[in-house]
């Protein structure tokens, strides 16, 4: 939700979680982001319309990411539909389980809404949509301690519809706990602002409603701000928890944290939020922050096998190539890291997906026949790839 409203962002040192230290099993699946299926899933999301609550548009997207966990191989009994009517609107939260492996009934929820009010909401939020879905693809066959549970929330929107729901009646029944709940972590409007520099994190923390779970929620949120600097390269700030998916379960006493872009795009509730002004590599950093992190709160095993290894470390390093100058006149180069590839493609496409230019082999590309606009460009190497949004601007 994140109304336009004025706030301070406030940052806390994390000295008191210094103790944390990297994981290598953790950075190899961190490294397991892609900055393609970021990229996708931000243009599927925006290509499915205005997604309001109870729209056939918002239906459309629920099915949408429920066929995403049946392609990343998770069962139909880990996935379950959650109904909820809010005056004569009815909507559906999603909601996927992993199963830890030693405290299988107490759940860590990684979380964020998929509704929408005006414009598709790439950003607010197709962005913690697709964070959410890389996590969930990358941890699939990973044992965790914890059980994880994805949820995709709907009536965000117009009133944290969905989130209440879960908590009131799947939470608790009758006022009864039926969940054990370790914490949540919400993810809203990370897709930051194209043209912006988009290096930095907020980090929240509940600092109102019931103070019991106040302390617990600063100590997790200094993790996820250390496991952020530990596992991609965003810079972190620590400010409040407001007014999103996670505040009904702060109601409830449950300890919470969550992500939320730095640099302001402004472009939430309009018609501009869409996937032209969204940034994808920032995404695509805040996705291997968010692997780290739910890894580190679900206690993920941090064994590397040789065979696990070699399935987990990234084919080639291409999320360092470089595309410049970027917005581009007539020629665009392509750097590529220092790795000894020696065969790559490069395909510019247009925003419909439509392909405009490819060539092999070429660090430079001539592209004086195309258009002023955005483009994507995707080089490809030995099964990896990367796309990069661009601008060409004569």
């Not at 009536?155 to 029944?173: D, I, R």
Request: hydrophobic share 35%.
């Amino acid at each position: 939700m994140k109304k336009l409203t004025t706030f301070v962002y406030t940052a806390l040192a994390v000295g008191s979680v210094s103790a944390q230290t990297l994981i290598q099993a953790y950075k190899n699946r961190a490294d397991l982001v892609s900055q393609t299926n970021i990229t996708t899933n931000l243009q599927q999301f925006s290509n499915l319309g205005i997604k309001t609550t109870g729209s056939v548009n918002n239906a459309n997207t629920l099915t949408w990411i429920k066929n995403k966990y049946t392609s990343f191989g998770y069962s139909s009994s880990q996935i379950a539909e959650d109904p909820f009517t809010f005056g004569s609107t009815s909507s559906k939260n999603l909601v996927i389980t992993k199963t830890g492996t030693l405290y299988p009934n107490k759940y860590v929820i990684i979380c964020g809404h998929f509704d929408t009010i005006t414009g598709p909401g790439t950003s607010d939020n197709g962005s913690g949509t697709s964070v959410i879905l890389e996590v969930a693809r990358i941890l699939k066959d990973v044992p965790t301690e914890y059980s994880i549970k994805f949820i995709h929330f709907s009536g965000e929107e117009q009133g944290l519809y969905g989130s209440a729901h879960y908590a009131n009646n799947v939470e608790f029944q009758s006022g009864v706990r039926k969940l054990d709940i370790k914490l949540v972590f919400n993810l809203d409007q990370v897709g930051g602002k194209i043209g912006n520099v988009n290096n930095k994190i907020i980090c929240e923390r509940d600092t109102s409603g019931q103070s019991g779970n106040n302390a617990a929620s600063n100590t997790v949120t200094q993790q996820l701000a250390t496991c952020t600097t530990l596992y991609s390269p965003l810079q972190t700030s620590i400010s409040n928890a407001y007014s999103s998916d996670y505040m009904p379960f702060e109601k409830k006493g449950d300890v919470i944290t969550g992500f939320y872009e730095y640099t302001r795009s402004y472009n939430e509730h309009t018609v501009n939020d869409t996937f032209a002004n969204v940034d994808p590599v920032y995404v695509f950093k805040v996705a291997k922050a968010a692997v780290g992190a739910m890894q580190h709160f679900a206690t993920a095993s941090s064994t590397v096998s040789a065979v696990s290894a070699s399935k987990e470390k990234p084919l080639t390093t291409l999320e360092s190539v470089k595309m410049y100058p970027n917005p581009a006149k007539n020629i665009l180069n392509i750097e590529l890291p220092d790795s000894g590839t020696r065969s790559f493609t490069v395909e510019i496409t247009n925003l419909a997906g439509l392909s405009m230019l490819k060539d092999e082999n070429k660090s430079q590309l001539n592209i004086s026949s195309l258009e002023n606009g955005i483009y994507l460009c995707t080089v490809k190497n030995e099964g990896s790839s990367v796309t990069r949004k661009i601008i060409i601007e004569k």
